[in-house]
T-cell receptor, first 112, second 115 residues
Framework: AQSVTQLDSQVPVFEEAPVELRCNYSSSVSVYLFWYVQYPNQGLQLLLKYLSGSTLVKGINGFEAEFNKSQTSFHLRKPSVHISDTAEYFCVVGRGSYIPTFGRGTSLIVHP | GAVVSQHPSWVICKSGTSVKIECRSLDFQATTMFWYRQFPKQSLMLMATSNEGSKATYEQGVEKDKFLINHASLTLSTLTVTSAHPEDSSFYIC???????????FGQGTRLTVV
């Protein structure tokens, strides 16, 4: 079985400040890791994914994440956030035939 | 590429009626489609997984007679909420995956309100 823990339900931050959204996972097998963003009343958009190879993954909109196998983490970071980054962010674990497990989500709130 | 279209984007229906939601992969063949339900301020809950041409696999606690899923072709899956009740009001999202892919692509979601 696999599980995903997003440690923060809400992260408030000021515009142009850096941000880190935390994600830890547990699995008995190798996994694939994803971060998705959801804007209000919309579907999900893929930010980035880790399948294998380099542990630092760069995604869209200036986001990046680092896979840390020893700490079973896949934290999402952005060096300078914008108001438009305000949204819900989901960490997702998948494996093999990709049966995804979603974290509970982190609401990023960017203040001017 | 890899666009998933979900229709309708929102629907209001009366209690007791049935509602059908469509999920289409526009530019690829989806061997597997997933249906999720999302309550306000909560994560996505996987309802069922469907493979083209076979019966859907429902997650524990999801009533398969109430939430009918049909994956009749490689580009279309439908979710029918039968005899809808106000507690079925929710945001429903589908996703589609190509065979052998490690990523699923999401539709834009359907907001269902049962009055």
């Amino acid at each position: 079985a696999q599980s995903v823990t997003q440690l923060d339900s809400q992260v408030p931050v000021f515009e142009e400040a850096p941000v880190e959204l935390r994600c830890n996972y547990s699995s008995s097998v190798s996994v694939y890791l994803f971060w998705y963003v959801q804007y209000p009343n919309q579907g999900l958009q893929l930010l980035l994914k880790y399948l294998s190879g380099s542990t630092l993954v760069k995604g869209i909109n200036g986001f990046e994440a680092e896979f840390n196998k020893s700490q079973t983490s896949f934290h999402l970071r952005k060096p300078s956030v914008h108001i438009s980054d305000t949204a819900e962010y989901f960490c997702v674990v998948g494996r093999g035939s990709y049966i995804p497990t979603f974290g509970r989500g982190t609401s990023l709130i960017v203040h001017p | 590429g890899a666009v998933v279209s979900q229709h309708p984007s929102w629907v209001i229906c009366k209690s007791g009626t049935s509602v059908k939601i469509e999920c289409r992969s526009l530019d690829f063949q989806a061997t597997t489609m997933f249906w999720y339900r999302q309550f306000p301020k909560q994560s996505l809950m996987l309802m069922a997984t469907s493979n083209e041409g076979s019966k859907a696999t429902y997650e524990q606690g999801v009533e398969k007679d109430k939430f009918l899923i049909n994956h009749a072709s490689l580009t279309l899956s439908t979710l029918t909420v039968t005899s809808a009740h106000p507690e079925d009001s929710s945001f429903y999202i589908c996703s589609a995956q190509r065979g052998g892919d490690t990523e699923a692509f999401f539709g834009q979601g359907t907001r269902l309100t049962v009055v």
